[in-house]
């Protein structure tokens, strides 16, 4: 069983920076390389890619309006991946999701994504 768990989440003031972790664990050692991406998405609005790191080889996806601020890369365990976010800014505040797939290929498309974690709050605010 597959499971995709979140973590680091919080209250920051504007211009704070913050790491989330997301660990997928239950995935079969013959697979030796997933995708896995973060999404948020705020009431109201679509869920929106964040970035994407190919855990194998490291290979990383950022939507263009993400560039810059937000960098993913791979944990220490297997399996896990960091976004760490600098310069946070009120409209960063969101809901953090992790989402992972067998894949070989990045993408910020939800519908290519078939495992989530459950989420983690993001509030950026004085």
């Known amino acids: 069983q597959v499971e995709v768990v979140e973590s680091g989440g919080g209250l920051v003031q504007p211009g704070a920076s913050l790491r989330l972790s997301c660990r997928v664990s239950?995935?079969?050692?013959?697979?030796?390389?997933?995708?896995i991406a973060w999404f948020r998405q705020v009431p109201g609005k679509e869920r929106e890619g964040v970035s994407c790191?190919?855990?194998?080889?490291?290979?990383?996806y950022y939507p263009d309006s993400f560039k810059g601020r937000f960098a993913i890369s791979r944990g220490n365990g297997r399996n896990t991946a960091i976004l760490q976010m600098n310069n946070l800014k009120p409209e960063d505040t969101a809901t953090y999701y992790c989402?992972?797939?067998?894949?070989?290929?990045?993408?910020?498309?939800?519908?290519?994504?078939?495992?989530w974690g459950q989420g983690t709050q993001v509030t950026v605010s004085s």
């Open positions: 239950g995935v079969t050692l013959e697979l030796d390389s997933i995708a």
């Open positions: 989402a992972a797939d067998p894949s070989s290929y990045c993408s910020g498309n939800v519908a290519d994504f078939r495992k």
């Open positions: 790191i190919i855990t194998g080889d490291g290979d990383t």
